[in-house]
């Protein structure tokens, strides 16, 4: 299970809010009369918390006011928190005149999910101590007594839709009517086949401060299709340690062992292949992998890369590694120039086979590759790379 965060203006459509909402993005254009009635609140719709403390929310603006913030900001470079960023994607939505507000948030946790709530909403309320907590046991109801049915309703939605994180600060209460004003929200992507209508159109943006490579895309792209899991986060496209790695257990092993050696700045990417891909998904995975790493990290020399990971279970190692060796192939003389070492470890099923298939790559086209069974340790690799 990942709990990825979604944009503002997806949270508010998946739990149900009513009324004129606009997602602006880059390519957005604006109708004349999109905002010619009534009064309209604008701000970023980014994974960034602060706008306010940070002068980046509009509000009760008339038309002329939104296309004025929008005028100013939109393509802005802003620093939030010490880091910096392109404002892109904003929210525009009515202004709600309101005297009261309350905070609602829920999350999962291993014993529950935990609900927290309290009639006084805004900055720094939990540091006032005015939070209540209830929790709703796995598998189980809430035995107690809800605070107001606004509450009880949400939470259904909660469930329902998966959410793994839900928070409500302000929600603002006119009259019987509670109307959140401020929403964050984080859903578990492992539920995405399960919600493929009401997930509909959902993305889930790269964190503040953080562009995404179009092989991070990619990737994410063919583990959206695939019965197996591939997963590509570029860390620093110019550090030395590059890693195509089997299994989530294995790519937290070799990752953690460079840090562990103090070389954490030379860790360029975090990812992993597993679930038996098929041949093709793995020629698609290294293209991508090796692909950022011959074009970003050209001034690097001395990249590693390291291939491979634990003793796979029901993976066929060497039909993963044909699909990793064509791809190769195809940046073999990339890969030559740069100097790139290839060094893999692997076991389980037809490990030999594929073992074999890399060491034929390098001698055919003067790669340095260098191949380890299980009887060597992941961390002694990690340890001959850095060398």
Same mark, same amino acid.
């Given at each position: 299970m990942?709990?990825?965060?979604?944009?503002e203006?997806?949270?508010?459509?998946?739990?149900?809010m009513? /009324?004129? @909402?606009v997602?602006?993005?880059?390519?957005?254009? +604006? &109708?004349?009369?999109?905002f010619a009635q009534?009064?309209?609140?604008?701000?970023?719709?980014e994974?960034?918390?602060?706008r306010?403390k940070?002068?980046?929310?509009?509000v009760? $603006?008339?038309?002329?006011?939104v296309?004025e913030y929008?005028?100013?900001?939109?393509g =802005?470079e802003?620093?939030i928190?010490?880091?910096k960023d392109?404002?892109?994607?904003f929210?525009?939505?009515?202004?709600?005149e309101?005297?009261?507000e309350? +905070?609602?948030a829920?999350?999962?946790?291993?014993?529950?999910d #935990?609900? $927290?709530?309290s009639e006084e909403?805004g900055v720094e309320?939990?540091?006032k /101590?005015?939070?209540?907590?209830?929790?709703?046991p796995?598998g189980?109801e809430?035995?107690g007594?809800?605070?107001?049915p606004y509450i009880?309703? $949400?939470?259904?939605v909660f469930v329902?839709l998966?959410?793994?994180?839900l928070?409500i600060?302000?929600?603002a209460?006119?009259?019987d009517?509670?109307?959140?004003?401020?929403?964050?929200?984080?859903?578990?992507d492992?539920? &995405?086949?399960?919600?493929l209508k009401?997930?509909?159109?959902?993305e889930?943006?790269?964190p503040?401060g953080? @562009?995404?490579?179009?092989?991070?895309d990619?990737v994410?792209?063919?583990?959206?299709?695939?019965?197996a899991?591939?997963?590509?986060?570029?860390i620093?496209?110019?550090g &030395?340690?590059?890693?195509?790695?089997a299994?989530?257990a /294995?790519?937290?092993?070799?990752?953690?062992?460079?840090?562990?050696?103090?070389?954490?700045e030379?860790?360029a990417?975090?990812? #992993?292949?597993?679930?038996?891909?098929?041949?093709?998904?793995m020629?698609?995975?290294t293209?991508?992998v090796?692909?950022?790493? !011959?074009? #970003?990290?050209?001034r690097?020399?001395?990249? =590693?890369?390291?291939?491979?990971?634990?003793?796979?279970?029901?993976?066929?190692?060497?039909?993963?590694?044909?699909?990793?060796?064509?791809?190769?192939r195809e940046?073999a003389? #990339?890969?030559?120039?740069?100097?790139?070492?290839?060094? !893999? &470890?692997?076991?389980?099923?037809?490990?030999q086979?594929?073992?074999?298939m890399?060491?034929?790559?390098?001698?055919?086209?003067?790669?340095a590759v260098?191949t380890?069974?299980?009887?060597?340790?992941?961390?002694?690799?990690v340890?001959?790379?850095?060398?």
């Amino acid at each position: 299970m990942a709990l990825r965060a979604i944009r503002e203006f997806d949270a508010k459509r998946l739990i149900g809010m009513k /009324g004129k @909402r606009v997602l602006v993005g880059p390519g957005t254009r +604006l &109708r004349p009369f999109d905002f010619a009635q009534g009064k309209w609140v604008v701000k970023p719709d980014e994974l960034v918390g602060k706008r306010s403390k940070h002068g980046l929310v509009g509000v009760n $603006l008339d038309e002329a006011g939104v296309k004025e913030y929008l005028d100013e900001y939109r393509g =802005k470079e802003v620093e939030i928190s010490g880091v910096k960023d392109r404002l892109e994607y904003f929210l525009v939505e009515p202004y709600v005149e309101h005297i009261e507000e309350w +905070l609602v948030a829920m999350r999962t946790r291993a014993e529950g999910d #935990e609900i $927290l709530w309290s009639e006084e909403g805004g900055v720094e309320v939990e540091e006032k /101590g005015a939070v209540e907590t209830m929790v709703v046991p796995v598998g189980g109801e809430f035995k107690g007594k809800w605070p107001i049915p606004y509450i009880e309703e $949400l939470y259904k939605v909660f469930v329902r839709l998966d959410f793994g994180g839900l928070e409500i600060n302000p929600l603002a209460r006119v009259g019987d009517e509670f109307i959140p004003l401020d929403v964050k929200a984080r859903l578990d992507d492992a539920a &995405r086949f399960w919600h493929l209508k009401d997930w509909e159109a959902i993305e889930f943006p790269s964190p503040w401060g953080r @562009r995404k490579l179009k092989e991070e895309d990619e990737v994410a792209g063919l583990d959206e299709k695939s019965g197996a899991s591939l997963k590509l986060t570029v860390i620093n496209p110019l550090g &030395r340690i590059w890693l195509l790695v089997a299994g989530g257990a /294995g790519s937290v092993v070799y990752a953690d062992t460079v840090a562990d050696l103090g070389q954490a700045e030379e860790l360029a990417n975090y990812g #992993e292949y597993s679930g038996n891909p098929s041949t093709e998904e793995m020629y698609q995975y290294t293209k991508a992998v090796v692909g950022v790493m !011959v074009r #970003e990290g050209k001034r690097v020399v001395g990249k =590693k890369l390291l291939v491979g990971g634990a003793v796979a279970n029901f993976t066929d190692v060497a039909a993963t590694f044909k699909g990793m060796v064509r791809a190769m192939r195809e940046m073999a003389e #990339e890969l030559g120039q740069q100097k790139v070492e290839i060094l !893999v &470890r692997r076991g389980g099923p037809n490990y030999q086979e594929g073992l074999a298939m890399m060491n034929d790559f390098g001698r055919e086209f003067g790669v340095a590759v260098r191949t380890f069974g299980p009887e060597r340790p992941m961390t002694e690799i990690v340890e001959l790379a850095l060398r």
